[in-house]
């Protein structure tokens, strides 16, 4: 027995997200999050010295987008509970204070296993980061997990 | 002569993971002290890879490389090893419902052998199935020690096969290239493939094999930084 | 840190111990405007209502410290983190120690690229998030 689902789901994008502006202050609080103390992430004198020539995002800021709505609403949901069960993230390019990025999402997959907490269906989005270039920042496969 | 194989490892086949073969072959050559395994045997989740030939990575490293599967039952994961045409044509490798005892006698009717994995695992090992429903008839061998095991799984494994008299065999289920060989399986004979393997798996004749390390005491732990 | 010629298969990268208190957990999850299901991250009432054992740590705060791991050993170099997959195989609970492991397993030299396998475990060594993490050595 397979999952049901609509077949026409896979690799339809959803709705491209409005912009969402890069803030210094949000790059700084996530840095103070993490323990972040690497310069060329935290210190804009040292980082304009560095290999990006100024302050950027620590790659796994490309993560933190979640546009508001954007996944739940178009996530199909196979249980009761849906948890994070890991993502594979390409780093493209460096994320700047002032980037205006856009999210542009697709179901690339769904599928059935069972692990320690019973039977789980699996649905990966992936989700392409743009800035107000049109250049590719990172690609994020997003593996959710559905159970009971 | 004896062999040391892993038995149940993963590669990039695997959704899963990402472990090229070649890595891990390298893995084994770079850890051959602390982990003398002679062999992995490639376990793919809900999947047999019939074409792949691994025969020019096992003339590099010197390590045998050999094929079974892991599918999922009504009683947990088994290792099914001595995987032939005649079984894919029967079992839907990607049925995560397969019945257990229909997967036992007919693999073994059919040639090979099915060992079930992680057997203390909460709900995809034996040890929890046994508890409310009729034992399987006809099991050989279970997986005694697994490399990914959580505290106390290993332990409910051991119960399992000390009630039952089970053979035990050891596997890393490994997802990653330097986990490869934590536990393995030692056989008293000499194993040059699928069909020596699943021979010396019916006879019961080895051991489980942990080689991994020891927990260190750890000193004390920073901080993070915060604000 | 060390030039791609210099880096062998076996470096190892930390082990980074860490102790991640519920503090920090509810700092991250609100710097992150996490809203919809936020109460497992900052409260264990709410998580336990989920059928969890307590709080746990979001994962993607994982994914920025396994990050952390290769990104300080990249320090300010211009070698770049191409790629980094995890997995969440085991909630991980605040106010623990965990220890992130990371081991190069892998090197192209064409592509100037190196593979790290990397994992926070816990205090009983049971690995809790696994990944791998591609690092190019751009010229």
Known sequence: MAVNYDPALINKTFEITEPVEVKADKIKRYCAALGETNPIYTDEEAAKKGPYGGIVAPPSFAVTFRNGRHFFDNVPRFGLRGFDAGKDVEFVAPIRPGDQVTLSSHVKEIYEKTGRTGTMVFVVIRSTLKNQNDQVLAHIDHRFMNRP | ?227 | MNSFEEINIGDTLGPLELFVSKDQCRAYARTMGMGEGAGRFTDDEAARKEGLPGMIIPGNMSLGLLSKLVTDWIGSSNAWLTRMNTTYRVPVQPDHTVTIHGFITNKNPEERTTEIDVWMENEESERLVTGTATVEFRK
């Open chain 2, 1 to 227: 002569m004896s062999t040391i194989l892993d038995l149940h490892t993963h590669s990039e086949a695997s959704e899963d993971s990402r472990a090229p073969v070649e890595a891990y072959l390298n893995w084994i050559k770079l850890r051959q002290a602390e982990r003398p395994v002679d062999g992995i045997v490639l376990t793919e989740h809900r999947q047999f890879n019939r074409d792949a030939d691994y025969r020019h990575l096992e003339d590099k490293f010197g390590t045998l490389v050999l094929r079974a599967s892991e599918v999922e039952t009504n009683y947990g994961h088994m290792l099914v090893f001595g995987v032939n045409d005649d079984m894919v044509a029967r079992f839907d490798f990607a049925d995560v419902r397969l019945d257990a005892q229909t997967l036992i006698d007919e693999v073994a009717r059919m040639g090979g052998i099915v060992v079930p994995c992680h057997p203390g695992r909460p709900n995809i090992g034996l040890y929890e199935h046994y508890q409310s429903r009729p034992p399987l008839e006809n099991v050989v061998a279970v997986e005694a020690l697994n490399g990914g095991s959580r505290k106390g799984e290993d332990e409910r494994s051991a119960e399992l096969i000390a009630k039952y008299g089970f053979a035990a065999t050891g596997g890393s289920d490994s997802h990653l290239v330097s986990l490869i060989g934590l536990c393995a399986t030692k056989f008293s004979a000499y194993i040059k493939t699928i069909d020596d393997l699943v021979r010396e798996l019916k006879t019961g004749n080895y051991e489980p094999v942990d080689f991994r390390p020891r927990r260190k005491t750890v000193p004390h732990a920073v901080a993070m930084e915060s604000r």
